[in-house]
């Protein structure tokens, strides 16, 4: 029924390994509508079900936490991501977390992952492939007025993480836009010769901004 209502298509879906453990990295948007639909579609398609990685706020409310599980949705952290790789699970990751989640709309198509290495990281201890998956329309199912995360902390101090946008759409629900993911080529997590792991850990995640990016600015 989601599919239908945003019109979802997949392009370049090859990309995503039959079998196999791999790490899927999304950009993130307000309403996390594209990642069950995208989920949708690997089930359908390959029969398999991502498992996705939430921040730890979201686990600190046990009826929140009770609903997300079932949707293969868990705590943030290297720990549950080896696990699941070791099933040979698909796991997704949204390196920008809320802070990109929540930015303002005129920054739409645009990432914010300064500073979040940690899923590169992630492949080279795991040995999986980085997977890119982009969707352009993610930012757009709202419209946001401020900075959600900036204008928190601003009020309540640098420790607040709990984002304060203003925005508009329609009420609960996100605007009907339509949605098309873009899976990019998988990048290897290895290190040239006499590369440090530090540099090729930031050498790697510059290929997947590059790819995450042009992709982004893709017109469906």
Not at 5 to 25: K, M, Q, T, Y
Request: hydrophobic share 45%; aromatic share 10%; charged share 25%.
């Amino acid at each position: 029924m989601l599919r239908r209502l945003f019109r979802h298509e997949v392009r370049d879906l090859e990309n995503i390994p039959a079998s196999g453990p791999a790490l899927l990295v999304f950009n993130h948007g307000p309403f996390p509508v594209d990642a069950v639909v995208f989920s949708h579609v690997l089930n359908v398609e390959r029969g398999r079900w991502p498992r996705f990685l939430g921040e730890k706020l979201l686990f600190e409310t046990p009826a929140l936490s009770k609903r997300l599980l079932p949707w293969g949705v868990v705590e943030g952290n290297h720990y549950q991501a080896r696990r699941r790789f070791e099933n040979g699970d698909f796991v997704g990751v949204f390196p920008g977390g809320s802070r990109e989640a929540w930015k303002p709309s005129t920054a739409r198509r645009t990432l914010r992952w300064e500073g979040r290495s940690g899923f590169v990281r992630l492949a080279f201890k795991s040995s999986v492939p980085i997977i890119p998956v982009a969707c352009p329309a993610a930012d757009s199912f709202y419209y946001v007025f401020n900075d959600g995360v900036a204008w928190g902390q601003r009020l309540f101090g640098e420790d607040w993480n709990v984002p304060l946008p203003l925005m508009i759409g329609l009420g609960v629900l996100p605007l009907p836009r339509k949605i098309v993911h873009y899976v990019g080529t998988p990048i290897r997590p290895e290190r040239a010769r006499g590369e440090t792991v530090d540099a090729a850990v930031e050498r790697i995640k510059a290929e997947v901004e590059a790819q995450m990016s042009a992709m982004l600015l893709r017109r469906e």
